[in-house]
């Protein structure tokens, strides 16, 4: 196949999995959206599945995405990056903080500091990943 060709048939390619990504991410942005007010625990489930699934999707889609354009897939992760990240999770906590001290009712207080207790955990994870990538060489 001439050079031409295959670059054409790339960029087609490319094309095609940039719109299924797109795709993906608004079916999860509806699902997260649905979820909140579902109270069938059996339709929850099968939400939670479908964002399961629609987050691999995305992860493979990416990488396939990412081949083609020849970069590194830790490319996109860098220190700065992970320390916006950790600042976004400790608003969100400080945020979560704030509703559970303006809730009334014991089952928000408490749905809302098990939330807390997730993004400590995520600030966490987010730590050591600094971590890590602190120890890349730099590109």
Avoid: F, W
Avoid at 4 to 17: F, G, I, P, S, T
Avoid at 85 to 99: H, M
Avoid at 129 to 139: A, D, H, K, R
Wanted: with cysteine; aromatic share 4%; proline share 1%.
């Amino acid at each position: 196949m001439n050079t031409d060709l295959l670059m054409k048939r790339k960029q087609d390619l490319y094309a095609l999995l940039k719109s299924q990504h797109e795709a993906e991410m608004n079916e999860m942005n509806h699902y997260m959206s649905v979820l909140s007010s579902m109270n069938n625990v059996v339709i929850k489930n099968y939400i939670h599945k479908l964002l399961d699934d629609g987050l691999r999707h995305i992860e493979y889609i990416s990488s396939m995405m990412t081949a083609i354009e020849g970069a590194s897939s830790s490319l996109n992760l860098t220190k700065q990056g992970t320390i916006n990240s950790i600042n976004e999770e400790k608003q969100s906590k400080d945020l979560l903080l704030k509703c559970v001290s303006l809730a009334d009712d014991i089952e928000t207080k408490s749905l809302l500091k098990s939330i807390i207790v997730d993004e400590e955990h995520h600030i966490k994870i987010l730590e050591h990943i600094e971590e890590l990538v602190s120890t890349y060489p730099e590109s």
